[in-house]
């Protein structure tokens, strides 16, 4: 099934910053149920909820995702996205707009994978190229092409079949988009993402951004219109390019 899933990393370097505010207040209110839900995105809480609480079910044999509906997910409009930290995917919106009608998920949702994976980089390459950053073996034929729309409807697929395969959840299908669930694909020693994970070699070794921050950062991150990659690079607890205990950074 490792063929099948999309990058575990996006190679983007995320620059961790050390001088930014530690907060911000996206104006959403926050979620009655997510656990741990702020109005405010801290490191380590959101509108969303905690990141605890979505890392929630994460043992050292594999992860048991609590539940929330991507249609129940709070984000920015795509208009404000655009607008603001998403600019550079704005070029892109017919892509969007399109697998958006063809799969029935909500633009702004395909807009923000696309910031996370590539920066909205349509050049982007590596194993899973382009924009959505998704393996060959997504595409219509299961051949990768030089076609933006061929790129965005194979990401969009991908994650529409982990949204169905998860019943809705958003957590899951997220999770499952940034290769969670990889349990037998040579991740972490075959057990895929686990609690262990930050802080092995191989977890610092992927450094920042890392993968257990990946779920705060998207839901908590991005669609609240956050730049995760530049000033907002203080969301998330596992920053284990530096030291560790229990997975998380030593400050
Ligand atoms: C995010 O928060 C909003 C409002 O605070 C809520 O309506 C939505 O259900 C939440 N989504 C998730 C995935 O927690
Ligand atoms: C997009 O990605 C390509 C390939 O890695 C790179 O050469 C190019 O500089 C990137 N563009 C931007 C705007 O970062």
Redesign the pocket.
């Known amino acids: 099934m490792a063929i099948l899933k999309p990058t575990l990393l996006t190679a983007l370097a995320a620059m961790v910053t050390t001088t930014q505010a530690q907060s911000a207040n996206p104006g959403v209110g926050s979620n009655p149920n997510a656990q741990g839900a702020t109005d405010d995105v801290t490191p380590s809480t959101g509108p969303n909820g905690s990141e605890d609480w979505l890392n929630t079910g994460l043992t050292s044999t594999g992860w048991t995702p609590p539940y929330l509906a991507l249609s129940s997910v709070l984000h920015i409009s795509l208009s404000q996205f655009y607008a603001t930290i998403g600019s550079p995917c704005a070029q892109y919106d017919q892509y969007f707009q399109s697998a958006s009608s063809k799969y029935t998920i909500d633009p702004v949702i395909l807009a923000v994978i696309a910031m996370q994976e590539s920066?909205c980089?349509a050049?982007?390459?590596g194993p899973t190229p382009g924009l959505m950053q998704v393996s060959c073996d997504n595409y219509p034929n299961g051949v990768c092409t030089d076609s933006i729309q061929d790129n965005v409807d194979a990401g969009t697929n991908y994650l529409k079949s982990q949204l169905d395969a998860a019943g809705g959840n958003a957590i899951q299908a997220f999770g499952a988009y940034n290769g969670w669930f990889t349990a037998g694909s040579g991740l972490n020693g075959d057990k895929g993402l686990t609690v262990d994970y930050p802080c092995s070699e191989e977890g610092r070794a992927n450094g920042v951004p890392q993968n257990l921050d990946y779920l705060h950062q998207v839901l908590n991150g991005w669609l609240m219109g956050l730049d995760v990659y530049g000033d907002d690079a203080w969301i998330g607890t596992y920053r284990c390019d530096q030291n560790c205990d229990d997975g998380k950074v030593i400050e």
């Open positions: 920066s980089n050049s982007a390459g």
